[in-house]
């Protein structure tokens, strides 16, 4: 039920970004369903977000996520649904309160995007996640290194 109410939350944002989504199909998008969220890519999608001043490879609106590509979204898209789980805490008032962060952090000298306290959230899970792959990649090492046979 709890999930039920979050998709709901949220579903303002999501059904502009169906919108979107559903324009971008029309002049040769593609869509899929995966995690929770539906995800839209290519045609009108990847022209959109190109012509947009900040020039984004992917962005969240609810649970829809809008990519460039599908390799750009399988890349991006851990770092996406943590903008996905922050609109399901803000729901409707989100957009507006990642604008007013952006501003915030810019009237204080720092990095409208990069700095927003959204982005750092989302940034951060990547870096948990980088140091975790390493680590995943360091102990396989390990272990093939321990199975092998010894000489000697």
């Not at 969220?37 to 649970?63: D, K, N, T």
């Not at 720092?110 to 995943?136: H, I, K, S, T, W």
Request: charged share 20%; net charge positive.
């Amino acid at each position: 039920m709890f999930k039920f109410c979050q998709v709901v939350w949220a579903s303002p944002n999501s059904l502009l970004g169906i919108l979107i989504g559903l324009l971008g199909m029309v002049a040769g998008g593609r869509m899929r369903y995966r995690a929770g969220c539906l995800e839209f890519w290519g045609g009108g999608v990847a022209w959109g977000l190109r012509s947009l001043p900040i020039r984004p490879v992917a962005m969240a609106l609810g649970h829809v996520i809008l990519g460039v590509d599908s390799a750009t979204l399988e890349r991006v898209g851990p770092h996406e649904r943590i903008h996905v789980r922050q609109y399901e805490r803000w729901g409707p008032f989100f957009i507006p309160a990642y604008g007013l962060a952006s501003w915030w952090v810019w009237q204080r000298g720092l990095r409208a995007y990069r700095d927003n306290p959204f982005e750092v959230e989302a940034y951060n899970d990547d870096e948990r996640r980088a140091a975790l792959a390493e680590v995943v990649a360091s102990d396989q090492v390990g272990d093939v290194r321990h199975k092998s046979p010894r000489v000697g």
